[in-house]
């Protein structure tokens, strides 16, 4: 990477040149700040889930598992109900919703207080901040970074 960015050429399929942040720009994700758990909306909840199976893939971690949290992420995307709305009531339980076991529901509850997870945030520490933002070039995967 070079200190002050820009663009430098990269060998792949239809592609011949590629940006490069500066080190100043490039920054770790950042785990969404809450006050309460009623801010946290569905669409966060299974975007957590989705960077959190991503970089498991990365790790080459558990297949199933992976599945799961895609899974999850699917289910409470989908979701009519808000998430944080059934984790407050304690008469309901988030297991209740297809695709959500006794595991996930564990992470989704810190997802939901926290803003993030243990396993994502280790995840994190071992791979470079910026291992989620190459997903997004078209043609690159967790299998392939």
């Not at 050429?9 to 309460?36: D, H, K, M, N, Y």
């Not at 407050?88 to 919703?97: E, M």
Request: charged content about 25%; proline content about 7%; aromatic content about 6%.
């Amino acid at each position: 990477m070079t200190q002050s960015g820009g663009i430098i050429p990269f060998r792949g399929r239809g592609a011949t040149w590629i940006a490069v942040p500066s080190i100043s720009e490039t920054r770790a994700p950042v785990p969404l700040q809450l006050r309460t758990r009623s801010r946290l909306e569905n669409k966060e909840i299974a975007r957590v889930l989705w960077e959190t199976a991503d970089l498991m893939e990365i790790a080459a971690e558990d297949s199933f598992r992976i599945r799961s949290y895609r899974n999850g992420a699917t289910a409470i995307e989908g979701y009519p109900e808000r998430i944080a709305d059934i984790l407050r009531d304690p008469a309901r339980k988030v297991t209740g919703i297809p695709g959500i076991g006794k595991g996930l529901a564990v992470v989704i509850a810190e997802i939901a207080d926290h803003g993030s997870c243990e396993r994502r945030d280790l995840l994190l520490q071992k791979f470079p901040p910026t291992a989620l933002e190459f997903l997004k070039i078209q043609g690159l995967g967790p299998k392939s970074i």
